[in-house]
């Protein structure tokens, strides 16, 4: 099988190029679904730093119940089952799921491919210039 890089490993029937495009966008997938952990992440940590600017101005306004709350109440709070924070849902995700996801897309690239990525993407490349030589000559 060729593995350098630049051409489809010639004995991959169809079946086997599209079956191994539906691991890979499975992964890809999955990497979008983790940039959106890590902006609910940053999210909720902006969130919480507003909070806590707005214990003290709470405070000074005389509303030291409200303040007690976001101090004691909402700061200190998890985002998932009260003692979940937002780092620790990333965390568990990043380690878990996505990890064991990109190690069995990588077993499937090499079972399937000689770890050779983006096959399908390979040959539709390889057809597109072909038939682009093919014109030119013509």
Same mark, same amino acid.
């Given at each position: 099988?060729?593995? /350098?890089?630049?051409?489809?490993?010639? /004995?991959?029937?169809? /079946?086997?190029?599209?079956?191994? %495009?539906? =691991? #890979?966008?499975?992964?890809?997938?999955?990497?979008?679904?983790? &940039?959106?952990? =890590?902006?609910?992440? %940053?999210?909720?940590?902006?969130?919480?730093?507003?909070?806590?600017?707005?214990?003290?101005?709470?405070? #000074?306004?005389?509303?030291?119940?409200?303040?007690?709350?976001?101090?004691?109440?909402?700061?200190?709070?998890? =985002?998932?089952?009260?003692?979940?924070?937002?780092?620790?849902?990333?965390?568990?995700?990043? #380690?878990?799921?996505?990890?064991?996801?990109?190690?069995?897309?990588?077993?499937?690239?090499?079972?399937?491919?000689?770890?050779?990525? %983006?096959?399908? #993407?390979?040959?539709?490349?390889?057809?597109?210039?072909?038939?682009? &030589?093919?014109?030119?000559?013509?």
């Amino acid at each position: 099988m060729v593995s /350098d890089g630049s051409t489809t490993p010639a /004995d991959l029937t169809e /079946d086997e190029r599209a079956a191994l %495009h539906q =691991v #890979e966008l499975g992964l890809e997938w999955l990497h979008r679904a983790h &940039g959106h952990l =890590v902006e609910f992440h %940053h999210n909720t940590g902006h969130a919480m730093d507003h909070l806590a600017e707005a214990e003290p101005l709470l405070r #000074e306004c005389g509303y030291d119940e409200l303040a007690d709350a976001v101090r004691d109440r909402y700061l200190p709070h998890g =985002v998932i089952d009260d003692d979940r924070w937002s780092y620790d849902v990333l965390e568990s995700f990043q #380690e878990g799921f996505l990890d064991e996801i990109e190690a069995f897309e990588q077993e499937a690239r090499e079972a399937v491919a000689d770890g050779q990525r %983006h096959a399908a #993407e390979r040959a539709q490349e390889r057809t597109w210039k072909d038939r682009a &030589g093919r014109e030119r000559r013509e």
